[in-house]
């Protein structure tokens, strides 16, 4: 039997909202650690940050405290995070370019496509799959063996691990068009019934 104790309910600034926004003032720090070649200091506080994106879910969906602030903040944290994170790793010659337009242009894709389908079509909500999830994971899991490699000197083949990203990052990008292309059918085939 397990017991749950209540957190104190707030308004839209509730502690997943902070450990959100802890993550977001993260991003300059880890820049900042990066820029100097700190990757000791650089993993800590990735790592830190990690922490928090697994935290504020977690305690959001177990104390039902989810908000419209939270579904902005939360992926726009992680995007903020692995984008700087990544481009400046791929600055320091850590990580490959290619990886890192696969990336970005994953994130930019997604971004571009929720803009235009909210322009032609209209309202919609689209929460992350299985798959993106996945993806989000791999490239954190990714961003910290690459830290690790350059923290503690280590001969890590990473080149595995970077193309399964980039392979991740193709699949997960056509994963989204694929889901609005059919909502977006869809909408048209219902709004041409009426």
């Keep these: ?26 991003v300059p720090v880890i820049f900042y650690a990066l820029a100097k070649e700190l990757f000791v200091v650089a993993l800590l506080i ?22 419209r602030l939270g579904a902005v903040l939360d992926p726009l944290a992680d995007k903020l995070l692995v984008v700087t994170t990544v481009i400046t790793l791929t600055w320091l010659q850590r990580i490959p370019l290619w990886v890192t337009v ?27 799959t299985p798959l993106s999830k996945w993806n989000t994971a791999l490239q954190f899991v990714v961003i910290v063996l690459v ?30 068009v694929w889901v609005w292309s059919r909502k977006a059918i869809a909408q048209e085939g219902g709004s041409s019934e009426s």
């Design 46 to 67: 990735f790592f830190a940050a990690a922490i928090t994106d697994a935290l504020d879910g977690w305690i959001a969906r177990r104390y039902r405290l989810q908000t």
């Design 102 to 128: 696969a990336i970005i242009s994953r994130d930019l894709l997604i971004v571009g496509g929720s803009l235009l389908y909210l322009l032609l079509i209209g309202k919609f909500s689209i929460r992350p």
């Design 1 to 26: 039997m397990t017991v749950t104790v209540p957190l104190p309910s707030f308004t839209a600034m509730n502690l997943p909202n902070l450990l959100t926004l802890l993550r977001l003032f993260l």
């Design 147 to 176: 830290l690790l490699s350059a923290a503690c000197h280590w001969r890590v083949p990473l080149l595995p691990v970077f193309a399964l990203v980039f392979l991740m990052a193709i699949v997960s990008g056509g994963q989204y």
